[in-house]
T-cell receptor, first 116, second 110 residues
Framework: ETGVTQTPRHLVMGMTNKKSLKCEQH?????MYWYKQSAKKPLELMFV???????ENNSVPSRFSPECPNSSHLFLHLHTLQPEDSALYLC???????????????FGEGSRLTVL | SQQGEEDPQALSIQEGENATMNCSYK?????LQWYRQNSGRGLVHLIL?????REKHSGRLRVTLDTSKKSSSLLITASRAADTASYFC??????????FGQGTELSVKP
């Protein structure tokens, strides 16, 4: 089983739908992240959780709602999205949240979202 | 603002050749990391170099760091078709937040 698992891998939704992306990490890490990757753009950090507590919210629109019920699971709830929200959404985890010595991130395979 | 910027944006070489990618950044860092991403997949960590290190090796990968020039390079020696991917540098800004660049798309032709 891979370290960080994301489901679904592909999702197509209309602008009025409500859907959720799921991420699960099997590494015993304390920190989890959501990144957005759009074509020809750098990775955009969306949310950061440390021990289930949100520590970073990078001015993300409220149509994206994260949830971290425990240190192994992270969700991204989606509602009334726009076509420009179509992107690859990547979940990542690390041993601890950023500090003076940031370690490596372990990424999932991503969820490819298309908003019609 | 973007911390790391890779150069070139795209690189095409023949199998067996070496590939060099560069990363420049703006502010002081604690460490710099390189990641690889195959098309449509997640990122995979390749190597981490600390600010007090100048060079690091891992298999066919060689990373250098010049903190005076705020730049790093990733060298892949004896490239293979399977090395075709996008390569990203990531630097930590104040507080340790990792910021990724736009990446270099490497194409290795058989």
């Amino acid at each position: 089983e891979t370290g960080v698992t994301q489901t679904p891998r592909h999702l197509v939704m209309g602008m009025t739908n409500k859907k959720s992306l799921k991420c699960e990490q099997h590494l015993g890490h304390n920190a989890m992240y959501w990144y957005k990757q759009s074509a020809k753009k750098p990775l955009e950090l969306m949310f950061v959780y440390s021990l289930e507590e949100r520590v970073e919210n990078n001015s993300v629109p409220s149509r994206f709602s994260p949830e971290c019920p425990n240190s192994s699971h992270l969700f991204l709830h989606l509602h009334t999205l726009q076509p420009e929200d179509s992107a690859l959404y990547l979940c990542a985890s690390s041993q601890d949240v950023w500090g003076p010595d940031t370690g490596e991130l372990f990424f999932g395979e991503g969820s490819r979202l298309t908003v019609l | 603002s973007q911390q790391g910027e890779e150069d070139p944006q795209a690189l095409s070489i023949q199998e067996g050749e070496n590939a060099t990618m560069n990363c420049s950044y703006k502010t002081s860092i604690n460490n710099l990391q390189w990641y690889r991403q195959n098309s449509g997949r997640g990122l995979v960590h390749l190597i981490l170099i600390r600010s007090n290190e100048r060079e690091k090796h891992s298999g066919r990968l060689r990373v250098t760091l010049d903190t005076s020039k705020k730049s790093s390079s990733l060298l892949i020696t004896a490239s293979r078709a399977a090395d075709t991917a996008s390569y990203f540098c990531a630097t930590d800004n104040q507080g340790g937040k990792l910021i990724f660049g736009q990446g270099t798309e490497l194409s290795v032709k058989p």
